[in-house]
Nanobody, 127 residues
Framework: EVQLQASGGGSVQAGGSLRLSCSAS????????IGWFRQAPGKEREGLAY????????KYAASVKDRFTISSDNAKNTVYLQMNSLKFEDTAVYYC????????????????????WGRGTLVTVSS
């Protein structure tokens, strides 16, 4: 059974940092792409970044490119999202997801279409 567990969310003041973790099991981690997505209240789910565990390539949404860093520890079957310089508008539920292929990118937007999804972790940024 495929399982993805996001953790590390919490409350932080604007300008602060958080590191999210996505622990994966039930599939061959090295063969998959793992992505981070978020959904704020009243908004559509937004793709933030993904990493291909086959070749280590990464892709970021323009909105987070200079502030967020995605990384993978294949030995631990875990993907991280380091979030720096957090803003109020980063407040959302953050999800990790997995797919054997990278998500489609259209106009710089990472489409939230992945095979497997974990439960989200809430990030609240206070101004």
């Amino acid at each position: 059974e495929v399982q993805l567990q996001a953790s590390g969310g919490g409350s932080v003041q604007a300008g602060g940092s958080l590191r999210l973790s996505c622990s994966a099991s039930g599939f061959t981690f090295d063969d998959y792409t793992i992505g981070w997505f978020r959904q704020a209240p009243g908004k559509e789910r937004e793709g933030l970044a993904y990493i291909s565990n086959t070749d280590g390539s990464t892709k970021y949404a323009a909105s987070v490119k200079d502030r967020f860093t995605i990384s993978s520890d294949n030995a631990k079957n875990t993907v991280y999202l380091q979030m720096n310089s957090l803003k109020f508008e980063d407040t959302a539920v953050y999800y990790c997801a997995a797919d054997q292929s990278p998500p489609t990118v259209i106009g710089g937007l990472i489409m939230p279409i992945m095979d497997y999804w974990g439960r989200g972790t809430l990030v609240t940024v206070s101004s």
